[in-house]
């Protein structure tokens, strides 16, 4: 006869349960195990946890059922007592109190505190856990925050094992999603009841063998790879992230824009001017944006049939005093055209950047000697390095079009922020619900680390070299005590003192504790 067997409780308060079969022989009755449940979540209703199943319903003599989403809503999974760890009496300080203030600071900080607000300290934790580490990988989050002071301001937060893939299944909830853009575009531009945007728009390519379903095969400049990619907007005036989407891995670029401008109308994003790369240049674009006034800068690619017209038309003696401009410390000369796109009245602006042009003449004219081509054809190559054209709706003067157009080192900025600060690679889920969780959390680290750094960028002063990743390491160093009724700060020294200066943050000598 089988049943199901409860263990005593477990000094974290933790149950655990297994199915076992009862047998007499003779005089003596013999037990033996057939299978382990797990930890008992609800005794009544028969669901259990464990690291094969996660979470599900075990019914006798029937087996292992999967939960109905309806019902995993209204488990507690909160209140799951996780392992019992000795409390540390000395934890690291700094990073977390001060991110935790600058955070408080932060306008957007009221969309944040929207996501699943049952799970806040869930959120903040692996929050912290993704800007403040270098090495993210989410198996190891219960172990920082056991020793940092995370664990003190967000201490119910459940981060260990599978319950992190659990939150990130829950945080890519295409409603909560929504609720959290809802939110935050409403705070990056005011709450009219539409907002205009200039945007820029880039993908980058996120490279996984997850077997997710968006994941297929990208060829990116003759580059091959198995890939998701991510698409993210960034608002020209003030560089900040304002939305992400994502699509599969072998839909190319330029048939994304419609789409992603499509969903921020949903949230009253009016977009009035982009500025794009030139992958996304492609008839049906560039009319949308004609047609709903929409201001556009992209770049040509080479291969354009429109390059080749242009260049070949007005190329020739660019280069003399009247169109030369300078852009920083580089010299471009630059020549406008009027031109037809796609039936609409646009301007080319051909250019030839003097610094790329020389350092490839060398290069370019032995590889053209080596391959023993014709003179002519020799300088025909030559005369086209350092090349390029930019395209606009709009007519500007050359002196401005430059320092337009690469705003969009801004949007490269903030994806060197996702991969390398905010870790977004490499990918370790294994569903798209978990994938979702992962590029929100990682937007809302992106977020956080481009204001902060904008910020540190425009307070320090000449010759300081501070920046976030540098400053948090310092802010590391500071310790704490941990006593019964209070925290004690440990003395910054010079360096950590500097980076509280510099954010107009107060160092505490004892902060109360809450129990």
């Known amino acids: 006869m089988a049943y199901?067997?409860?263990?005593?409780?477990?000094p974290n308060g933790a149950i655990y349960a297994s199915v076992v079969e009862s047998s007499r022989k003779g005089d003596k009755v013999e037990q033996k195990r057939l299978e382990n449940l797990g930890l008992v979540i609800d005794q009544k209703k028969g669901i259990y946890k464990s690291r094969e199943k996660g979470v599900f319903r075990y019914i006798l003599?029937?087996?292992a059922f999967e939960i109905d989403p309806k019902d995993m809503e209204s488990l507690n999974l909160r209140a799951i007592p996780t392992q019992v760890t000795q409390e540390k009496l000395i934890l690291d300080f700094g990073d977390s109190y001060v991110l935790d203030k600058y955070i408080l600071?932060?306008?957007?900080?009221e969309a944040i505190d929207v996501i699943l607000p049952n799970e806040r300290d869930t959120l903040m934790s692996l929050l912290f856990y993704r800007i403040l580490t270098d090495k993210k990988a989410n198996c190891n989050a219960q172990t920082w925050w056991d020793g940092n002071y995370a664990c003190l301001l967000y201490p119910k937060a459940q981060i260990a094992g599978q319950r992190i893939s659990e939150f990130l299944a829950r945080l890519g909830g295409e409603g909560v999603q929504r609720a959290f853009f809802a939110r935050y575009l409403g705070i990056v531009y005011g709450r009219q009841d539409e907002q205009a945007a200039a945007i820029l728009i880039d993908s980058t390519g996120l490279p996984n063998a997850s077997g997710m379903s968006i994941t297929q095969l990208n060829n990116h400049n003759g580059d091959i790879s198995l890939e998701v990619r991510l698409i993210y907007v960034i608002d020209r005036r003030n560089g900040m992230p304002i939305y992400?989407?994502?699509?599969?891995?072998?839909?190319?670029?330029?048939?994304?824009?419609?789409?992603?401008i499509a969903e921020l109308s949903q949230y009253n994003v009016n977009v009035n001017s982009a500025i794009v790369d030139a992958g996304y240049f492609?008839?049906?674009?560039?009319?949308?944006?004609?047609?709903?006034?929409i201001h556009f800068v992209t770049r040509l690619a080479p291969n354009r049939k429109m390059f080749k017209e242009v260049t070949g038309e007005h190329l020739h003696g660019i280069c003399t005093a009247k169109y030369a401009i300078r852009y920083g410390g580089r010299l471009v000369y630059m020549k406008k055209a009027k031109v037809d796109v796609y039936g609409y009245e646009g301007y080319a602006y051909i250019g030839i950047d003097m610094d790329?042009?020389?350092s490839q003449v060398k290069r370019a004219t032995f590889n053209c000697m080596d391959d023993k081509l014709d003179l002519e054809e020799i300088d025909q190559r030559i005369e086209r390095l350092g090349v390029f054209v930019l395209l606009s709706s709009d007519d500007m003067d050359t002196n401005d079009v430059l320092p337009l157009y690469y705003t969009r080192q801004q949007i490269e900025q903030v994806f060197d922020i996702t991969k390398n600060s905010a870790d977004i690679l490499p990918l370790r889920t294994q569903s798209e619900d978990t994938f979702r969780g992962h590029l929100m959390l990682t937007f809302l680290a992106t977020a956080i680390l481009q204001k902060l750094q904008r910020d540190i960028l425009s307070l320090r002063k000449k010759g300081d070299k501070t920046n976030p990743e540098g400053a948090l390491m310092r802010l590391r160093n500071q310790k704490c005590k941990v006593y019964e009724k209070d925290i004690i700060p440990q003395e910054a020294v010079k360096e950590i003192s500097a980076v509280y200066k510099l954010l107009s943050i107060k160092c505490p000598i004892t902060i109360p504790r809450v129990i």
């Open 4 to 10: 199901i067997a409860y263990s005593s409780p477990k």
């Open 282 to 293: 492609s008839e049906p674009n560039v009319s949308d944006m004609y047609e709903n006034g």
């Open 61 to 63: 003599g029937k087996g």
């Open 105 to 109: 600071g932060l306008s957007i900080r």
């Open 356 to 358: 790329s042009k020389n």
């Open 244 to 260: 992400f989407r994502y699509c599969a891995g072998n839909i190319v670029d330029v048939s994304t824009m419609l789409t992603t």
